[in-house]
């Protein structure tokens, strides 16, 4: 019987077992309220709050009054463009992206033009980077919000974050992130970076599912948000909700593990995703989606030009990649972020995105190469 090999880690990570420990007694043992500040029980689930919350602002170099526990990235997202989109509309309705942004920014965007938002979509070259010269271009006084993922999670390609905020600050413009894909994986520090609105989920980095963060700027400049979940005033009356201890446990554990074992990480996986490239791409044909000078460590890929990756895939049941972002795998349309990058529908449809964690051992991506080599 095959072993099963897991190549999707830009989908999602299996929980750290130093972050399971750490979650364990506040399922049952230390159940309380982090909100019922009367008694034993709800100060020791405060305290373990406030404790997660110092883990993720020491990672990112924020303060902890500038963070906002979510459910997850899509919630973070969803409060960071919705709550600018309300509480800035005296200064305009004109917000900037990119194309090759996650759906749950799109999505969002979209259904603010239904309410008479001004988006423009930037556009990406073949290496799946923005324009700078565009983004000057578009950028106007009524701006008011400009969006751009700091890695792609399909590619891995990572946008000039610096040069980015640069231009928006420059244009009294608000600045925001999704980094959901490069959070524990590379350095981001908000302040180095000049990221106003900074989202991110646990599960990406061998934490929980079903919590996240959002960071918020205090100040130079200031962000004001309207909430978008009312109801208790929690979180600084942005985010309303009996808070999920367990989660945001998970979530500061896994962040202080993330800023610890980083660079070691990265020289393991940097190395077996070289060595997965070079077997898989030794035939022209087949070739890397994106850049490969500015990309996270983690992902690959790749197109098997005359293959369809489906196919592919199906013979392999027992090795796990993905042939796009997870969110959009039950559609049956070629991915938006490589054709925004100029693939044609053949050659999206040929890609396969392999995405490397920490617990990927050398044999299986040999074996993974095997495999694949018998097929293509």
């Known amino acids: 019987m095959d072993t099963f090999t897991y190549l999707d880690y830009n989908a999602t990570t ?39 919350r110092k883990q993720v602002a020491e990672l990112i170099n924020c303060t902890e009054q500038e963070l906002i526990f979510t459910s997850g990235a899509t919630e973070a997202i969803n409060l960071a463009i919705k709550g600018v989109w309300e509480n800035y509309q005296f200064k305009g309705k004109h917000i900037i992206t990119c194309k090759t942004e996650h759906k749950a920014v799109l999505d969002t965007l979209q259904l603010l033009e239904q309410k008479g938002a001004e988006v423009s979509y930037l556009s990406v070259n073949k290496d799946g980077l923005i324009d700078i010269d565009e983004l000057k271009n578009t950028i106007r006084p009524d701006t008011i919000l400009t969006c751009i993922m700091y890695a792609n999670n399909e590619t891995g390609v990572i946008q000039p974050i610096h040069e980015i905020a640069e231009i928006v600050h420059n244009n009294n413009g608000i600045f925001m992130s999704d980094t959901t894909q490069v959070i524990g994986k590379i350095n981001v520090d908000v302040e180095e970076d000049r990221i106003d609105l900074l989202c991110m989920s646990a599960h990406k980095m061998y ?34 909700g009996t808070l999920n201890v367990t989660g945001i446990v998970g979530l500061g554990k896994a962040c202080e593990i993330a800023k610890a074992e980083m660079w070691d990480n990265s020289i393991l996986i940097s190395r077996l995703r070289t060595k997965l490239e070079q077997q898989l791409t030794d035939d022209s044909d087949y070739f890397i ?7 996270l460590y983690t992902t690959s890929n790749i197109c098997f ?34 054709k925004a990058m100029g693939l044609t529908d053949d050659e999206a449809y040929s890609s396969i995105r392999f995405s490397i964690g920490k617990y990927t051992t050398e044999q299986e991506i040999d074996e993974v190469i095997l495999k694949f080599k018998t097929l293509i």
Not at 33 to 43: D, E, I, M, R
Request: charged letters at 20%.
């Open 14 to 52: 299996p929980v750290d077992k130093r972050v399971l420990e750490t979650m364990l007694p506040f399922f049952s043992e230390n159940f309380g309220n982090a909100s019922s500040k009367t008694h034993a029980y709800g100060l020791l689930a405060n305290d373990a709050v406030n404790t997660a």
């Open 289 to 295: 989606n994106g850049s490969t000078k500015n990309r």
């Open 305 to 338: 030009k005359d293959f369809k990756a489906e196919q592919l895939i199906s013979k392999i049941p027992s090795i796990a990649v993905a042939m796009g972002s997870a969110c959009t795998s039950a559609t049956a349309e070629p991915s938006h972020v490589l």
């Open 207 to 240: 934490g929980p599912k079903g919590v996240g963060a959002l960071y918020v700027r205090r100040k130079n400049p200031r962000v004001s948000l309207f909430p978008q979940i009312n109801g208790g005033g929690h979180e600084r009356g942005l985010r309303s």
